[in-house]
């Protein structure tokens, strides 16, 4: 049976879990938690009617940045990330936007550059990673 994947708006809140246990499991739960969550626009991946993944999107103007993307780690390198960003891609370009950026970790570029990301040059460490600001123009 193929698998169903479906992609919907959801609230801030049910980001949080997922956020934790994959990206930051080491850290306080509320660590997680972003100060502008309530501002931001949230998707949620459903995979077979269980919550899989997520990504936050905001927004100033045109210009729009996604973060805390973050797919469950028994089903990360099946392309449900990629699902995920051809999603957000495809909304940005609706709310027509002129720009998309992330601060991508460093160890993860190579994913952003499948979808024609570019390195800014701008890079910082936080919570235990490196990172570099990544950006796509429309």
Request: aromatic share 16%; net charge negative.
């Amino acid at each position: 049976m193929e698998a169903l994947i479906q992609i919907e708006q959801i609230i801030p809140q049910l980001t949080w879990r997922i956020r934790h246990e994959v990206m930051y499991p080491e850290l306080p739960f509320d660590s997680v938690k972003l100060a502008d969550d309530f501002e931001g626009t949230h998707f949620g991946l459903y995979l077979n009617h269980k919550l899989t993944g997520v990504v936050s999107l905001f927004h100033e103007g045109d210009v729009y940045q996604f973060r805390k993307l973050a797919i469950q780690n028994d089903v990360q390198k099946s392309g449900l990330g990629t699902k995920l960003m051809e999603y957000i891609l495809d909304f940005c370009k609706i709310q027509k936007a002129s720009k998309l950026w992330c601060n991508a970790r460093v160890n993860a570029k190579e994913f952003y550059y499948k979808f024609g990301f570019s390195e800014t040059g701008k890079t910082f460490f936080k919570d235990g990673y490196d990172f570099v600001v990544m950006e796509l123009e429309f």
